[in-house]
Each structure stands twice: as C-alpha cells, then as structure tokens.
C-alpha cells in the first residue's frame, strides 16, 4: 500500500519541523513537502500531487482562508486540515475555513512542556485525520481486514425486522464529529421555528469553538441556538449545543429539558461524548426519544443509540455518500440500529415528518 502524501504549510519553521517530525513517526504517511504560505504552496500543488494538506490560518501573502477558497477551484476533493490555535480569533477563522470548503482541523498544542509532548499532541490529532479523510486509504484498509459479516447493499439499509411502533417524538438528540458545522447547519437552517421539540447537539469541538458555532448557527436558522449552560432549560423550539470538555447529560423537571454538564473522563476519547447524551435522553425520553448520527470519524454514539432503540426510540444515520468521514453514522448502520439512513438534504424533512406523529397541531411551516 503507497503512502498517504502530505503537504504541510506553514509560515512558522518551528511548526513545520514540528509536523514533519510527527507525521514521519507513522509508517503510512509520507511529508511530500513544505510551504511558508498558501501562494507557494498553491504552486507547489501540481508538482507534489499530496493526499492531504494542512494549513495554517494566519500566514503573509496569502492566508489559509484565501488558500482554501483558492485551491478549491483547482482541487475540489483534495483533503484540507486546518491548523489553528486555540483562541476566540483562531475559532472564527477555522469555522470560516470549514464553511469554505476545509474538511477538519486540529488545534495547535498549548501549554505543554516539551517539545516531545507538543508532537505526541499533533501525532494524537491530526494522524487519525489525515487517514480518515483518504478515502482510497481507507477502502484499501477495508480489504486486508476482517470481511464485515453481512453484504455492504445491507450495511446501507436499515436491517430487516419487524415493523416498529412510530411513538411521538418529544426530544431529537444529534451526534456529529468531522464535517459535523457544515452538516448541522444544512440541517438546522431547514427547520421551521414552529420545532415542537428541544434539540441537543454534541459536535466533537474545542473550548471556545462550541460557542462559536452556536453563535454561527443561531445567525443562519429559525430556531434559537445556544451554547448550554449548567442549569440552563432548553424548551420547543431550542438548540443547544455541549460545550467543549464538558459532557452534556439532561434531566426533566416542571420548567422542561434542563441541562447538566461534567467533566468526567472521556467516552471514546472524546468529552463531550455523543454516547454520553444518547443515554441520557433515552434515560428521560425512552420511546419518545428521536437521535441522529451525522458525518464523523470513530464510533461515538453507537452505544448510546443502542440504548435509545432498546427504549423504543428512533435512529436516523446519515448515509455515505453525503458524510465527509462516514465512521460515526457507519457504526449505526452496520449494528443495524438505523430506522432511516438519509442523505443530508433529506435529514431535514425527516425530521419535520416524524414530528407530525401523535401531534394534532398546525401544519410545521418554516415561518
């Protein structure tokens, strides 16, 4: 199997040597190149022909936003991570990237003590990364590994089974992780502010980069998004969205859905955890609990979406040819666990669909 060919950009001689150093460390991935900023390495393109770039943000001459928009007209499916810092700025700017066709990001080590511990830091986020989004890598991964039990045209479908009890919806739980800003607001933006239900959201992000988001998605939909707050109560017609490093778990009382977070270990190296959430809610809602598993690497949430159709509720996935990175809604396919597995621009109106069960109320309209 060739190598994954990287190409890194950088205006920073300490971070390239830096990437370089980690990334050689894995015997799968090859550094094709280095560049100092987005107008080199847009010229440097056609000569290395890399798997994958990452790219700094704040660079001379040419930046990473303009990079990205500008190596998008050349090379629409070349995989870009974005390198940012950990910062109000920095969070902007990547979210900026993403929303202009950057596929993931990974944030730039801070506060460690070693140049040793600052590279087993870029090792841990950025190596998965770079593998999950090489498509041809990962197809040729498939086919030295352990054959998966039932045909791939039945991993695509909801398994076979018995017809099951549709229960009113009164709470959608949605998990997401790589390409997961993008697709959320695909989402979010084709609900009506007549939502009849609260909706909680874990998107796998930093510090800072929740709030962000929530910010972002709040400005660009009719519902009313917002970071959660320990506390807080999220009614009809709401979004929140787990905070970076804290778990999101929920409880009912008489003003409705109230949020708690922690800090508890991380479930799937991952805080907030989707798996975390989905219990929570099947804990509160069983059957009338609704949760979605959007584009993202790993396998968070497939156990919590085990306990939620153990109580009766509903799975949606989203399918493959739609995800950035198919791992999460994956995982949800091949257990079988899926109701509906839905290309994104259909999620939507899934969703509006299955709100109409048990309700009597006007027609939902995206007023």
Same mark, same amino acid.
């Given at each position: 199997?060739?190598?994954?060919?990287?190409?890194?950009? =950088?205006?920073?001689?300490?971070?390239?040597?830096?990437?370089?150093?980690?990334?050689?460390?894995? @015997?799968?991935?090859?550094?094709?190149?280095?560049? @100092?900023?987005?107008?080199?390495?847009?010229?440097?393109?056609?000569?290395?022909?890399?798997?994958?770039?990452?790219?700094?943000?704040?660079?001379?001459?040419?930046?990473?936003?303009?990079?990205?928009?500008?190596?998008?007209?050349?090379?629409?499916?070349? @995989?870009?991570?974005?390198?940012?810092?950990? !910062?109000?700025?920095?969070?902007?700017?990547?979210?900026?990237?993403?929303?202009?066709?950057?596929? =993931?990001?990974?944030?730039?080590?801070?506060?460690?003590?070693?140049?040793?511990?600052?590279?087993?830091?870029?090792?841990?986020?950025?190596?998965?990364?770079?593998?999950?989004?090489?498509?041809? /890598?990962?197809?040729?991964?498939?086919?030295?590994? !352990? @054959?998966?039990?039932?045909?791939?045209?039945?991993?695509?479908?909801?398994?076979?089974?018995?017809?099951?009890?549709?229960?009113?919806? =009164?709470?959608?739980?949605?998990?997401?992780?790589?390409?997961?800003?993008?697709?959320?607001?695909?989402?979010?933006?084709?609900?009506?502010?007549? /939502?009849?239900?609260?909706?909680?959201?874990?998107?796998?992000?930093? +510090?800072? /980069?929740?709030?962000?988001?929530?910010?972002?998605?709040?400005?660009?939909?009719?519902?009313?998004?917002?970071?959660?707050?320990?506390?807080?109560?999220?009614?009809?017609?709401?979004?929140?969205?787990?905070?970076?490093?804290?778990?999101?778990?929920?409880?009912?009382?008489?003003?409705?859905?109230?949020?708690?977070?922690?800090?508890?270990?991380?479930?799937?190296?991952?805080?907030?955890?989707?798996?975390?959430?989905?219990?929570?809610?099947?804990?509160?809602?069983?059957?009338?609990?609704?949760?979605?598993?959007?584009?993202?690497?790993?396998?968070?949430?497939?156990?919590?979406?085990?306990?939620?159709? =153990?109580?009766?509720?509903?799975?949606?996935?989203?399918?493959?040819?739609?995800?950035?990175?198919?791992?999460?809604?994956?995982?949800?396919?091949?257990?079988?666990?899926?109701?509906?597995?839905? +290309?994104?621009?259909?999620?939507?109106?899934?969703?509006?669909?299955?709100?109409?069960?048990?309700?009597?109320?006007?027609?939902?309209?995206?007023?």
């Amino acid at each position: 199997m060739r190598k994954i060919r990287v190409l890194i950009v =950088d205006d920073s001689t300490v971070i390239r040597r830096l990437l370089s150093s980690a990334l050689a460390s894995d @015997p799968e991935i090859e550094v094709v190149g280095t560049a @100092p900023n987005g107008k080199i390495a847009i010229a440097k393109l056609s000569q290395l022909t890399p798997d994958v770039v990452t790219l700094d943000i704040e660079m001379p001459e040419m930046d990473g936003l303009a990079t990205v928009l500008e190596l998008r007209k050349i090379y629409p499916t070349l @995989p870009v991570i974005m390198f940012s810092t950990l !910062t109000q700025k920095g969070a902007e700017a990547t979210l900026d990237a993403l929303a202009n066709g950057a596929n =993931d990001y990974v944030t730039k080590p801070a506060n460690v003590g070693s140049v040793n511990e600052s590279m087993q830091s870029v090792r841990e986020q950025l190596i998965p990364k770079i593998k999950s989004l090489c498509t041809w /890598f990962n197809d040729k991964s498939l086919e030295t590994s !352990t @054959p998966p039990s039932k045909p791939q045209a039945i991993l695509q479908s909801p398994a076979s089974r018995s017809p099951r009890v549709k229960n009113r919806i =009164d709470v959608v739980a949605i998990g997401s992780s790589t390409g997961g800003p993008n697709a959320l607001t695909a989402v979010l933006k084709e609900l009506p502010r007549s /939502f009849p239900v609260p909706i909680l959201i874990v998107q796998h992000m930093p +510090p800072v /980069f929740t709030k962000h988001l929530a910010n972002r998605l709040n400005q660009n939909c009719a519902l009313e998004v917002v970071e959660a707050s320990p506390g807080s109560v999220i009614q009809s017609g709401m979004v929140a969205i787990a905070p970076g490093d804290y778990h999101m778990l929920i409880h009912l009382d008489g003003a409705g859905v109230r949020v708690e977070l922690n800090q508890i270990p991380p479930e799937n190296s991952c805080r907030p955890s989707v798996d975390v959430l989905f219990r929570s809610v099947a804990e509160n809602f069983g059957a009338n609990a609704l949760a979605v598993v959007l584009t993202g690497m790993g396998r968070d949430g497939k156990l919590g979406a085990e306990v939620i159709r =153990d109580a009766g509720g509903r799975i949606f996935a989203q399918d493959e040819s739609t995800s950035v990175v198919w791992g999460m809604p994956r995982a949800i396919v091949q257990s079988g666990l899926a109701d509906e597995v839905l +290309p994104l621009s259909q999620v939507a109106a899934q969703l509006v669909s299955a709100m109409t069960i048990g309700r009597t109320t006007r027609m939902l309209t995206k007023a």
